[in-house]
């Protein structure tokens, strides 16, 4: 697979946030009376605010407004055991030695983003889209369009990297090549993902003529 610039997924990607997502949203979801499966089941890969909205039929824009307010402001704070995944930090490091564009696009606010990027001890992209930069998060495409647009790419030299199913969607409804990264077994579309691997430890990156070239170890 050849590409120009890698656009990449944060939470469940190039970080291990799980235990902090999950004690969020159960402490929201057992405070508001809401089954906390049916949070776990619905929130991953999207904005924080579409879940709100989706789990809070008949709120006020006020209410849900608040209520992510607390929630950000937890997340952003609370960053015990957010670590980097496996092969993230070298990847990074390759990427930017051999001078391949990359950014990351991410369904999280800047101070979200920003503080799990320094707990996780990984480099803060030049590029970073975080959900206050697009009006229609992911699965939408707008973000990752948005990505490719950034680093002076079209969409279809951008290869996504991504985990979760609305990230991946997003990748593929922008146009763009896209890398499941442990994806959940009943994710739709994964025939139409360019490559299947399990940890970020399986890419190969190698420069060519016209970019580079990613292959599965």
Known sequence: MQGKGFLFDLDGTLIDSLPVVELAWGNWATRRGVPVEQVFDFIHGKQAITSLRHFMPGASEQEIQSEFSLLEAFEAGCTDGVTALPGAAALLERLTELNIPWAIVTSGSLPVASSRLKAGNLPLPECLITAEQVARGKPQPDAYLLGASRLG???????????????????LAAGSPVIAVNPPAHTPQLDAVAMHISALTQLLVEPDNHGFRVSKA
């Open 153 to 171: 790419l079209s969409p279809a030299d951008c290869i996504v990297v991504e985990d979760a199913i609305a990230g991946i969607q997003s990748g």
